[in-house]
């Protein structure tokens, strides 16, 4: 659905993409992760017609994206990460003009399926972020498109609003619909993504199916909450001490990941031995939460 | 196309925008026969109290003819800072705020959006100037008698109505050039009086927009080449400019951070 090789993107002398390759096939939930800055919206601008590439390819649904037109051209639903309306139109006649008729079943339809078919009559000047998102994701189906491209839906939402945007996330997929969306809240991407692709500083670190990610790290993880801080070279021993895979400092604790339980024993020890008082110590299953830190801080 | 016109309608009325234009020149047909009629003798005899009055006679001595090339002169001066302010936004907000997007990513071409925004605000903005005038040319009956008829009025508020489709055009060329609406509102009214003021020096009004006001005022029905030299030009220029808003806008890049 999406093929993406060597993009490159660059401002005024600032490269924002550099080399960045995708690849997001037909039905999958494709989760887009990276910090702030990273180059998200960027590409998904590219991708979505908006945008013109400085370098490489980029084909979506079957389409040349460095020789499109028109974005119109792609029939893709987009959502931008901060959707413009007109706020003196209801949201009908958003849909409505959007949809550039006045099939009214149509309009009628999403409306019910985003939950604002009461508010329908209302001008979308006093919607809430929350639907304001959801009017987007719906503006975005309204040509029935196979490919959604949606930028940080979830962001920026109460758990309510969140939750009900990755709803409609996991009905698209039921519906058969390719999705592609980006985001920093990695929960979001756990619960219904099939592939995650992570960016930073305009390069694509990983690109795996989730299951795949999860099952590749299986090792536990160990949050260490110290009473005292630790002296740097004395968490450099630990880092180096056999089993451990990799260790992450925060402010108040430091995270280690392992290659089996039995190394615990010779974490505790080591500790021990250098007389760190800890408060907590407490074992998990890796997150994608860790993989982010760890990518980002790998970068 | 229907959904593009029925939008920008919708915009026109819920915005205040088609009222402000309205009331704006009403203000103006409705005051200048006031002035000219109460005010203007009441200024003159204050001013001149205590010495020859003959005079004042032949100054006051106003026309319902004379009324009505009043008001046409103002009008477009003041009314030209009016629109051009009120309608800074009509593309450059666009742009500026993000808001086509979403409309672009649902297939909407920008010959028709712009097409729309022209026809919309362009038919407005020839029937506001004409139902001005007409008032104008009633109110300025009652106060000082009917003089001529109405046809050479409806001839007169469309030529200012054609100018002002020249301005529009303008408008939403430097919008989405500037992006920028206030700027966008400057450089019409820049474009607008430069070349009145550059064309009255050099003596070649009837080659430029500004010819048609020229036409406008004598209110006298015509259309030989003294008008058609104008007009053309104003149709060229208008051709010209939305050409330019489509192609810059088919170059543009979208959805970016706007400061």
């Known amino acids: 659905m999406i093929t993406v090789k060597g993009l490159t993107k660059e401002f005024d002398g600032f490269r924002a993409l550099k080399g960045l390759n995708m690849h997001v096939k037909a039905g999958e939930v494709y989760g887009f992760i990276g910090p702030n800055g990273s180059g998200k919206t960027t590409t998904m601008n590219i991708l979505a017609g908006l945008s013109h590439p400085t370098q490489g390819e980029c084909t979506v649904n079957g389409l040349d994206v460095t020789k499109l037109t028109h974005p119109g051209d792609l029939n893709i639903g987009y959502l931008p990460e901060d959707p413009k309306f007109y706020p003196w139109m209801t949201a009908h006649e958003t849909l409505g003009y959007l949809s550039g008729t006045q099939n009214n079943e149509r309009t009628g339809e999403i409306l019910k399926w985003t939950g604002l078919l009461d508010a329908r009559s209302r001008r979308v000047g006093g919607f809430s972020r929350g639907m304001k998102q959801r009017l987007g994701i719906g503006a975005a189906l309204i040509r029935n498109p196979q490919l959604l491209i949606l930028d940080e839906p979830s962001s920026a939402l109460d758990p309510e609003g969140r939750s009900e945007v990755l709803r409609l996330i996991k009905d698209l997929k039921g519906m058969g619909k390719t999705v592609l969306f980006s985001t920093h809240i990695l929960d979001d991407v756990e619960r219904v993504c099939d592939t995650v692709g992570m960016i930073d500083a305009g390069e694509m670190l990983f690109e795996k199916p989730l299951a795949q990610l999860q099952k590749e790290n299986t090792q536990p993880i160990f949050d260490i909450a110290p009473v005292h801080s630790v002296e740097p070279n004395i968490l450099d021993a630990l880092e180096r001490l056999a089993g451990v895979i990799t260790l992450t400092k925060s402010e108040n604790n430091f995270t280690i990941k392992v290659a089996n339980n039995t190394t615990s024993v010779s974490v505790m020890r080591f500790l021990a031995d250098h007389e760190i008082v800890i408060e907590s110590f407490s074992q998990r299953k890796a997150r994608l939460e860790d993989l982010f830190l760890q990518g980002v801080s790998v970068k | ?259």
């Not at chain 2, 009956?141 to 001529?148: A, D, N, Q, S, T």
Request: include cysteine; hydrophobic fraction near 55%.
């Open chain 2, 1 to 259: 196309m229907r959904t593009e016109i029925t939008k920008e309608l919708q915009y026109a009325i819920r915005s205040g925008r088609v009222l402000i234009l309205l009331a704006n020149f009403l203000f103006i047909a409705l005051l200048t026969p006031v002035m000219l009629k109460v005010v203007l003798p009441m200024v003159l005899s204050g001013q001149l109290a205590g010495e020859a009055t003959q005079g004042i006679g032949g100054l006051t001595d106003m026309t319902q003819l004379d009324c009505i090339r009043n008001y046409m002169d103002d009008v477009l001066q003041i009314g030209a800072i009016i629109i051009a302010f009120t309608l800074c936004g009509l593309t450059a907000s666009e742009i500026r705020d993000n808001t086509w997007v979403l409309p672009l990513c649902a297939g909407k071409r920008f010959g028709r959006m712009v097409g729309a925004k022209l026809l919309v605000f362009g038919v407005l903005m020839v029937l506001i100037p004409i139902i001005a005038l007409l008032v104008d040319y009633g109110y300025s009956g009652l106060l000082f008698g009917f003089e001529i008829g109405a046809l050479p009025i409806l001839y007169g508020g469309l030529l200012q109505g054609l100018y002002v489709l020249f301005l529009l055009s303008c408008l939403m060329m430097w919008g989405v050039l500037l992006k920028k609406p206030i700027s966008a509102g400057f450089l019409t009214l820049a474009t607008a009086f430069g070349i009145h003021f550059i064309s009255s020096l050099l003596q070649f009004v009837e080659w430029t927009p500004s010819g048609l006001l020229a036409h406008a005022n004598k209110l006298t029905p015509t259309l030989d080449s003294t008008l058609l030299i104008p007009l053309g030009m104003t149709v060229l220029l208008i051709v010209l400019m939305i050409t330019l808003t489509l192609s810059r806008l088919k170059r543009m890049e979208w959805n970016t951070r706007n400061i």
